[in-house]
């Protein structure tokens, strides 16, 4: 695996002289957190909205009635999980298809507060102590902690989760864990994590929040993708009914153990969570129009635009509404595979990205419903604009002759078509930019000197994608590239994504507000570009990139976040690795009249399976009591 260039603090400094005083302040950015005594929270910069006497969030309602079920499909999914399919319950390893939300059924050392960008606050650990070089971090467990058979959860169980996961773990457990030296049980009720030194001072807030598994069960099963039984939890929720592929439903726990902890109260308040699975969007909408799902995210503007006139609908039973989208980076892009030599040039991914019409795509085929993503970090302060400025120039000048003169410049954007949605003057440019980089016109193809065609072969695994890219293949086409469009079943899809077996697939990703070292790893460093199952689709292995992910740990304000991630913004809209596509400003739902929930939503997540309650009234209202 490629290590790529790492950029010791000397050399982050290096990059900028207005960074020359920080030598002094190395753990400034978390300098606002106490060292040497218990902390009921943490967060980035040591702001806490809550106290250490907090009775719950803000955002939720503690009286909400416990029952009903909530029968939906997910929009958002983690670790090896499909929305599509599964086949295994082992959500924390590589391989294998887990059924979204699983991670439900465990509980985590600390836990996010949705309304804020990134503070934690104790969980399965009532306190947390950082130590005076803050490289370890000493957590006291609940001794009322339980796992769902009524055994004890202990400082043995954490210390051997984090172990298991460095080891064998998910790319994305594996990754944050790098520079994890020792977890280690101090006794039953104390855990102790230290790390190297070469840590983000953010990491912490990541690792704090992962599952914690019992190494009772783990003794004696196999930590792999072969089992379809559930491990053993200790969460709100656990798994019920398994219909391999097709059905799972988690069952709230009547006597869960946390259930009354602040970061609990007014939450998880059905009594059991549903999941269908689909082969396709279609046969989801139509389950959903029957009442057979009760809750959905619509992510097909054709559908929203004019699906939604059913009986339900007409009649009321059935709202449709939109809910503001979260404060935090996204990004839906394709990545264009940079391990096959014939991507490596940024002129070639240049000309495959002027082929896309996303103008006339929004208007014929998206209703006008999405706006034009032109950065891997739309919706935030990241993603960057106009030329940099004096701070994001003091980190780029030092890598000037490494970088591509575009970064300089006013921030790379992709050319606006005529919306015709074949663009002459656009795809003839896209023609030059191939011809330039090598591939001379054969015919009707682009071929190089040794005679190969330039294909490029674009995975999906949804119909609906087909009618999205279908026109961006012809105008490959048009170019001389022989261009191609692959349907392949969910689990194919993700085997082949897992294992980077593609020339080009998409990708939706939700960033923290707060983004760590460790979280940018496994989707831009080199480290992972070769790493099966890392979200780095593609290749990505630039010793500029590296640097200014490394220095993301060196921040010590979010001032100076967002001048580094500005500066990352600039060089990724550059190389084109990813191709920016489109972005929604709100969430599309849809659901039965049925539910109670609190407004306005938190501005950092959206969970109506956690934070919703079934409303007894409405449904019998609609029929559905």
């Known amino acids: 695996m490629n290590e790529g260039l790492i950029f010791s603090r000397r050399n982050f400094l290096a990059l900028g002289a207005a960074a020359a005083t920080a030598p002094l302040f190395r753990n400034l950015a978390f300098a606002a957190v106490p060292t040497g005594q218990p902390l009921h929270g943490l967060s980035a910069f040591g702001d806490l909205k809550y106290g250490p006497d907090f009775k719950n969030f803000d955002y939720v309602n503690v009286d909400a009635p416990k029952g009903g079920t909530f029968n939906y499909g997910p929009s958002q999914w983690v670790y090896n999980q499909n929305p599509y399919t599964f086949n ?30 990134d503070a934690i606050y104790g969980l399965l650990a009532s306190t947390v102590t950082v130590s005076a070089d803050r490289n370890s971090f000493e957590f006291a467990l609940r001794p009322e902690a339980r796992f769902h058979d009524g055994s004890h959860l202990t400082a043995h169980d954490a210390a051997f989760t984090f172990n298991l996961f460095k080891e064998k773990g998910h790319p994305d457990l594996l990754l944050p864990l790098r ?112 009442g057979e799902v009760h809750f959905r995210e619509e992510a097909t503007s054709r559908m929203w ?16 509404r939109e809910f503001p989208a ?45 706006n034009r993503s032109q ?9 960057a604009s106009g030329k940099p400025g004096p701070d994001e120039l003091a980190l780029l000048e030092p890598m000037r002759d490494k970088l591509p003169p575009e970064v300089f410049d006013d921030a790379f954007q992709l050319p606006a078509s005529d919306g015709s949605g ?12 191939m011809i330039a980089a090598g591939w001379k016109p054969s015919g009707r193809l682009l071929q190089n000197e040794a005679g190969q065609s330039f294909g490029v072969e674009v995975l ?62 496994g989707i831009f460093h080199s480290r992972s570009a070769n790493l099966n199952g890392s979200r780095n689709l593609p290749g990505t292995a630039d010793p500029a990139i590296d640097a200014l992910v490394e220095a993301i740990d060196r921040v010590t304000n979010r001032h100076q976040l967002t001048t580094v991630m500005c500066c990352l913004d600039r060089l990724l809209r550059a190389r084109m690795d990813w191709i920016p596509s489109w972005y929604s400003p709100s969430h599309r ?32 209202a609609i029929g559905k009591g």
């Open 88 to 117: 295994t319950l082992n959500s924390f390893v590589i391989k294998g298809d887990a059924p979204p939300r699983i991670e439900i059924c465990f509980d985590s050392l600390l836990t996010s507060a949705l309304d804020e960008p």
């Open 179 to 290: 520079e994890l030296t020792e977890a280690v049980a101090l006794d039953d009720g104390v855990l102790r994590l230290t790390f190297s030194g070469k840590q983000s001072d953010r990491t912490i807030l990541d690792v704090a929040t992962f599952p914690i598994l019992s190494k009772a069960y783990f003794d004696k099963v196999s930590f792999d993708s072969s089992r379809m039984d559930p491990p053993l939890g200790s969460g709100p929720y656990r798994v019920g009914l398994v219909r391999a592929g097709q059905t799972i439903e988690y069952e709230r726990v009547p006597d869960y153990w946390g259930r009354d902890l602040p970061v609990n109260r007014g939450m998880y308040n059905f009594d059991r969570l549903r999941i269908e699975f689909y082969g396709d969007r279609q046969a989801a909408f139509e389950a959903f129009k029957k």
């Open 305 to 320: 635009a004019t699906s939604y006139d059913f009986p339900a609908i007409k009649a009321g039973k059935v709202v449709k």
């Open 326 to 370: 979260e404060k935090r980076p996204s990004m839906q892009a394709t990545a264009v595979n940079l391990r096959r030599e014939r991507f490596r040039d940024v002129r070639v991914r240049r000309a495959i990205a002027m082929c896309f019409d996303f103008e006339w795509t929004n208007r014929t085929l998206f209703y006008g419903l999405y």
């Open 375 to 383: 950065s891997c970090f739309e919706r935030s302060d990241f993603k």
């Open 422 to 433: 074949r663009d002459r003057k656009l795809l003839g440019e896209a023609r030059k930019l």
């Open 460 to 521: 999906v695994d949804d119909e609906s994608f087909v009618r999205v890219y279908s026109p961006w293949v012809e105008n490959m086409k048009a170019i001389g590239i022989d261009a191609s469009l692959r349907v392949v079943e969910s689990a194919q899809h993700q085997q082949r994504q897992a294992n980077f077996d593609f020339d080009m697939i998409g990708m939706a990703l939700l960033f923290s507000p707060t983004p760590t070292r460790e979280g940018m790893d």
């Open 589 to 620: 739902n849809a659901f039965w009249d049925m539910f109670g929930f609190k407004e306005p939503k938190p501005d950092y997540g959206f969970s109506p399976e956690s934070l919703w309650w079934f409303d007894e009234a409405k449904a019998k």
